[in-house]
């Protein structure tokens, strides 16, 4: 037979049934229950003042606390959000305020609280984000040692269909080498802008991008099919810090230009864009000075790679000393009979495993590290990156 289990509740019940018998003295039954006589009465009054209700515990939360927001605080704040729905906390407090400074208002951070017990904040959907890369950024004190490419956003034209527009500039010499137009942000179609590029003007050294699609992914080593090729053409690409803008700041600040030049009245068609765009590179090149080149053009100031883009694309070729294997389309290598994950992006081709230890190798794609495998893992490691350097000007701050 087990023992039997009872609570504190019960054992007040057992208490107050053996009080109201009057065998014993309230100071016998506190001893026999194992509490003091101040406990004891202090029972017996709640139970005279509400049945047996009150021997349950009661909440040990004060009655009242010193940074309490009163109810009239509250109706205030929610009220000029909902006259303004976009504004935050730190824009509600500050409103606030300056309309009633006697007022003593809660902090940012308590009106964020409020919003969100009341249903006013949606939260922001996770997004993966593609690894940065594994170095610093290079600094573009030559042509062609930097190239810096994304899409400058998109807008409807008169016709309805949408505009991405293509850029792709020479971080030093700030020459426009592609705006061009785009039906979507699909790498396949981006892929051909790049070449047409690459034939005209020769190979970078490395190309600068944000982590959105086409240019990175968020798998190992963010790698996509655009920057796998890159790789294959020898070009380092260089992928900026995820909510850092001012490490590619040469950059955005030539799309604050081509915003203010070329989307106030967006053209009547894509074909009618693209001319636009033509205009504006030509003016941009060719005719703009440049405050950070000395009132200087881009096009005074840049000339073509010495590196020319290969007739064929040449094979990727490890050390002596390197494993190598090929990646499949699933983004798969068999090493030591395990099946090993990668990247898809990879598929088709050779990575190289250096040892580094009896039981660990660095894996390699081409030159690029992408990261590390370790005996028995079943995917290869992330890289770890460090910190990046600055672009030598900001996104706002330069004039371009």
Not at 145 to 163: L, Q, Y
Not at 235 to 246: D, F, L, M, N, T
Not at 334 to 353: D, P, Q, S
Request: net charge positive; charged share 30%; with cysteine.
């Amino acid at each position: 037979m087990g023992w039997k289990a009872t609570s504190v509740v019960e054992e007040r019940h057992r208490f107050i049934q053996e009080w109201e018998r009057k065998e014993e003295c309230v100071a016998e039954l506190c001893r026999r229950y194992g509490v003091s006589r101040q406990t004891g009465y202090k029972w017996i009054r709640r139970y005279e003042q509400g049945g047996k209700e009150e021997l349950g515990d009661r909440s040990r939360a004060p009655h009242s606390h010193p940074n309490e927001v009163v109810p009239e605080v509250v109706d205030e704040v929610l009220a000029l959000r909902g006259e303004h729905p976009r504004w935050g906390p730190e824009k509600l407090r500050g409103r606030l305020q300056r309309e009633a400074p006697e007022i003593q208002w809660p902090a940012p951070s308590t009106i964020g609280e409020m919003l969100k017990r009341n249903g006013l904040v949606i939260p922001r959907r996770k997004r993966s984000h593609a690894t940065p890369s594994s170095g610093p950024l290079a600094h573009a004190t030559e042509p062609n040692i930097v190239w810096c490419t994304d899409f400058k956003g998109w807008w409807v034209c008169g016709d309805g269909s949408r505009c991405y527009p293509l850029t792709l500039t020479d971080a030093c010499s700030r020459y426009l080498l592609r705006c061009q137009v785009m039906p979507d942000q699909q790498g396949w179609r981006a892929r051909p802008v790049y070449e047409a590029a690459f034939r005209e003007y020769g190979l970078p050294n490395r190309m600068r991008n944000d982590n959105g699609a086409p240019f990175a992914t968020a798998g190992l080593a963010g790698l996509s099919r655009l920057s796998v090729w890159w790789i294959k053409l020898g070009i380092v690409p260089e992928r900026i810090q995820p909510g850092k803008p001012a490490q590619n700041g040469r950059h955005e600040r030539m799309h604050l230009t081509l915003k203010q030049e070329t989307h106030p009245i967006p053209a009547a068609s894509l074909r009618a864009q693209q001319k636009a765009l033509d205009e504006f590179r030509c003016c941009y090149n060719e005719q703009r000075p440049h405050a950070a080149l000395q009132q200087k053009t881009p096009g005074e100031c840049y000339r073509c790679s010495p590196r020319t883009y290969p007739s064929h694309m040449p094979e990727v070729e490890y050390p002596a000393g390197f494993a190598v294997r090929r990646v499949d389309q699933n983004g798969q290598f068999r090493w030591r009979a395990v099946n090993v994950y990668t990247n898809r992006a990879l598929g088709g081709e050779c990575v190289g495993l250096e040892a580094i230890a009896e039981d660990r190798w660095r894996v390699y794609f081409s030159f690029y590290e992408i990261g590390e495998l370790r005996a028995g893992d079943e995917a290869v490691r992330r890289a770890k990156p460090p910190s990046h350097e600055q672009d030598d000007d900001t996104a706002k701050g330069n004039e371009t």
